[in-house]
């Protein structure tokens, strides 16, 4: 007997746009004029570097103006480039990190780093002109992934010298064999070397399925949403001197001009409250998350963490199925001797109880005061613009009810976040099960599927927690008090599901051979007879990172080396 979750939710590896806000208006940060999910400039920033462009030119010092040919630049060899390319950013050349005649051996990425960080204090404010500009960040980073996939391609014909001296004929012909399975995966092993590609979340992918089958299933899936609208330790941290008095449009600003500051500060908020949150008072065992990014640009966070004091999750849930298979049998059947019934279903009652009273230790869905009854007052002040050690402990309950009503509720679904239709039903329905029945009782319910792999009895196991509120997420008081922002936090009851959720947020891009085979046979197909293998074999390559928009955010976080994930193991492969 095996037992399922429902994976409809996941079944799409769709952009996460994030969960609807109670206050679209204060809330929204990136919309239709300031489109951060691609490489696509602000709109608002352009007449500032036109106004830039003015002043430069009118001033005493003539400025060189870049020439125009018809054979494009190599980006790596043309000296200032940048300076061509960003007169405005540049205006005497100083500080161009294509200048080749830097005496110290300083890497591009290095230089472009301390671009990014570089600010001047304008009337009170930090001012990062190279993050806050609108193309400067895209450009550099494009530069660098393609400079990697460069430097992998020509370590990939160094250590494999039989694919070194394969000739466009040979390339061509395993094309068309579909004989280059061996190759891809030589390929696809040094590409996953380059973080943020296909093959790099495969890799990872495939690193936490190690773990899970190696130490064994995780307690729960958390998830941390970023209130980068409303923090004030990260506003703070955009002027000299603590400026409380910040409109919606001044918030907004900041988090538009700022993007790299903006996505450091989550990745050590994450940090900080992992280890004093997770561990040291959860104590924790181990854990597991990455960062991802909205549709809309903003950064969050899917991990899993296992707990020592777990009581056996699945375990405990294993058993209650056997009791209640038992009790579904002496129910439908005249049973001479149901002594061996009777004992399996009181193990199964007992191991029920056993599982439901730990959730209902870890987590909640009950709102002391839900909107719906009106009893609940909308504070001035939005709750996660309050710092937590500035609470008094007579306001923490109220505290806590003003976070779950403003950030914890599910108040509206929508067919750009989770409204979708089955393959086999004609409506649409909230993919995350909106809203919910009230629930008098934590219990585990068992529903018998089908399986198209096997004729064996499937069953699947949820949890349904106490509920008062149809609309409120999954939380914990601790865990929301202390991130102020929107979070999740699931318990793992199956271990074959959780393998299957987790490797879905782990490795959303495609999986890595379509994407290269497809590349490989599309340019040697296309490639002349007299082409150079290598440049083909190299086009390959490039190909795969030319497959998805990046936020500005995401943009950044490459740009400052910060990692895209963290894990209590260190996974080595073995061939």
Request: charged share 25%; glycine share 4%.
């Given at each position: 007997?095996?037992?399922?979750?429902?994976?409809?939710?996941?079944?799409?590896?769709?952009?996460?746009l994030?969960?609807?806000?109670?206050?679209?208006?204060?809330?929204?940060?990136?919309?239709?004029?300031?489109?951060?999910?691609?490489?696509?400039?602000?709109g608002?920033?352009?007449?500032?570097?036109?106004?830039?462009?003015?002043?430069?030119?009118?001033?005493?010092?003539?400025?060189?103006?870049?020439?125009?040919?018809?054979?494009?630049?190599?980006?790596?060899?043309?000296?200032?480039?940048?300076?061509?390319?960003?007169?405005?950013?540049?205006?005497?050349?100083?500080?161009?990190?294509?200048?080749?005649?830097?005496?110290?051996?300083?890497?591009?990425?290095?230089?472009?780093?301390?671009?990014?960080?570089?600010?001047?204090?304008?009337?009170?404010?930090?001012?990062?002109?190279?993050?806050?500009?609108?193309?400067?960040?895209?450009?550099?980073?494009?530069?660098?992934?393609?400079?990697?996939?460069?430097?992998?391609?020509?370590?990939?014909?160094?250590?494999?010298?039989?694919?070194a001296?394969?000739?466009?004929?040979?390339?061509?012909?395993?094309?068309?064999?579909?004989?280059?399975?061996?190759?891809?995966?030589k390929?696809?092993?040094?590409?996953?070397?380059?973080?943020?590609?296909?093959?790099?979340?495969?890799?990872?992918?495939?690193?936490?399925?190690?773990?899970?089958?190696?130490?064994?299933?995780?307690?729960?899936?958390?998830?941390?949403?970023?209130?980068?609208?409303?923090?004030?330790?990260?506003?703070?941290?955009?002027?000299?001197?603590?400026?409380?008095?910040?409109?919606?449009?001044?918030?907004?600003?900041?988090?538009?001009?700022?993007?790299?500051?903006?996505d450091?500060?989550?990745?050590?908020?994450?940090?900080?409250f992992v280890?004093?949150?997770?561990?040291?008072?959860?104590?924790?065992?181990?854990?597991?998350?990455?960062f991802?990014?909205?549709?809309?640009?903003?950064i969050?966070?899917?991990?899993?963490?296992?707990?020592?004091?777990?009581?056996?999750?699945?375990?405990?849930?294993?058993?209650?199925?056997?009791?209640?298979?038992?009790?579904?049998?002496?129910?439908?059947?005249?049973?001479?001797?149901?002594?061996?019934?009777?004992?399996?279903?009181?193990?199964?009652?007992?191991?029920?109880?056993?599982?439901?009273?730990?959730?209902?230790?870890?987590?909640?869905?009950?709102?002391?005061?839900?909107?719906?009854?009106?009893?609940?007052?909308?504070?001035?002040?939005?709750?996660?613009?309050r710092?937590?050690?500035?609470?008094?402990?007579?306001?923490?309950?109220?505290?806590?009810?003003?976070?779950?009503?403003?950030?914890?509720?599910?108040?509206?679904?929508?067919?750009?976040?989770?409204l979708?239709?089955?393959?086999?039903?004609?409506?649409?329905?909230c993919?995350?099960?909106?809203?919910?029945?009230?629930?008098?009782?934590?219990?585990?319910?068992?529903?018998?599927?089908?399986?198209?792999?096997?004729?064996?009895?499937?069953?699947?196991?949820?949890?349904?927690?106490?509920?008062?509120?149809?609309?409120?997420n999954?939380?914990q008081q601790?865990?929301?008090?202390?991130?102020?922002?929107?979070?999740?936090?699931?318990?793992?009851?199956?271990?074959?599901?959780?393998?299957?959720?987790?490797?879905?947020?782990?490795?959303?891009?495609?999986?890595?051979?379509?994407?290269?085979?497809?590349?490989?046979?599309?340019?040697?197909?296309?490639?002349?007879?007299t082409?150079?293998?290598?440049?083909?074999?190299?086009?390959?390559?490039?190909?795969?990172?030319?497959?998805?928009?990046y936020?500005?955010?995401?943009?950044?976080h490459?740009?400052?080396?910060?990692?895209?994930?963290?894990?209590?193991?260190?996974?080595?492969?073995?061939s």
């Open positions: 007997l095996t037992f399922e979750t429902d994976d409809s939710s996941n079944s799409d590896n769709e952009p996460d994030g969960p609807p806000t109670d206050n679209p208006s204060e809330d929204t940060v990136y919309n239709e004029s300031t489109d951060m999910s691609s490489f696509l400039p602000v608002q920033q352009q007449e500032q570097e036109m106004q830039a462009l003015r002043q430069q030119l009118s001033g005493d010092e003539p400025m060189s103006w870049p020439t125009v040919d018809d054979q494009p630049l190599n980006e790596y060899q043309t000296p200032f480039l940048a300076t061509m390319a960003f007169p405005t950013l540049f205006p005497d050349g100083k500080g161009d990190p294509t200048n080749q005649a830097l005496t110290r051996d300083v890497s591009l990425l290095d230089r472009i780093r301390h671009l990014v960080k570089f600010a001047e204090n304008v009337n009170g404010k930090w001012v990062y002109r190279f993050a806050s500009h609108p193309r400067f960040s895209y450009w550099a980073f494009n530069m660098i992934q393609r400079k990697r996939t460069l430097d992998q391609t020509g370590i990939i014909l160094k250590q494999n010298p039989s694919e001296h394969l000739t466009i004929d040979e390339l061509r012909e395993m094309a068309e064999n579909n004989d280059s399975a061996l190759f891809m995966t390929v696809s092993r040094y590409v996953a070397n380059i973080a943020g590609t296909d093959a790099y979340w495969h890799k990872v992918k495939e690193d936490l399925k190690a773990i899970v089958t190696n130490v064994g299933t995780p307690t729960f899936f958390f998830t941390f949403s970023s209130a980068d609208m409303h923090w004030p330790e990260l506003h703070s941290l955009f002027y000299d001197s603590n400026n409380s008095e910040l409109s919606s449009q001044d918030r907004r600003q900041n988090v538009i001009d700022n993007p790299h500051i903006v450091w500060f989550f990745t050590q908020r994450l940090e900080s280890k004093y949150w997770l561990y040291d008072t959860l104590d924790a065992k181990w854990h597991w998350y990455r991802e990014y909205q549709g809309r640009g903003s969050h966070c899917h991990g899993t963490a296992k707990l020592n004091n777990d009581p056996g999750l699945c375990d405990l849930t294993k058993v209650a199925l056997k009791g209640y298979l038992a009790q579904k049998f002496k129910d439908e059947n005249i049973v001479d001797n149901s002594s061996q019934l009777d004992q399996d279903i009181e193990v199964g009652n007992k191991a029920a109880q056993t599982a439901c009273k730990y959730v209902d230790w870890l987590l909640s869905t009950i709102n002391p005061s839900p909107p719906d009854e009106h009893m609940w007052i909308r504070p001035d002040v939005h709750p996660c613009q710092q937590y050690k500035e609470i008094p402990e007579w306001d923490m309950d109220s505290d806590y009810v003003d976070l779950l009503n403003m950030v914890q509720r599910h108040t509206r679904c929508s067919t750009n976040y989770c979708r239709k089955k393959s086999n039903e004609n409506e649409v329905k993919r995350f099960h909106f809203p919910f029945d009230h629930c008098t009782d934590t219990k585990i319910e068992f529903e018998k599927v089908h399986s198209k792999n096997s004729n064996d009895s499937q069953y699947r196991a949820k949890i349904l927690t106490k509920r008062n509120d149809s609309r409120l999954n939380n601790l865990q929301l008090q202390g991130w102020r922002a929107n979070c999740d936090i699931q318990v793992v009851i199956d271990h074959y599901a959780c393998v299957e959720y987790l490797t879905k947020y782990a490795a959303k891009g495609e999986s890595r051979s379509p994407l290269i085979k497809q590349a490989f046979n599309s340019i040697v197909q296309n490639a002349n007879n082409s150079n293998p290598h440049k083909a074999i190299k086009k390959v390559v490039m190909k795969t990172l030319g497959e998805r928009d936020a500005a955010q995401e943009t950044m490459h740009l400052l080396s910060l990692k895209l994930h963290s894990s209590t193991f260190n996974v080595i492969p073995v």
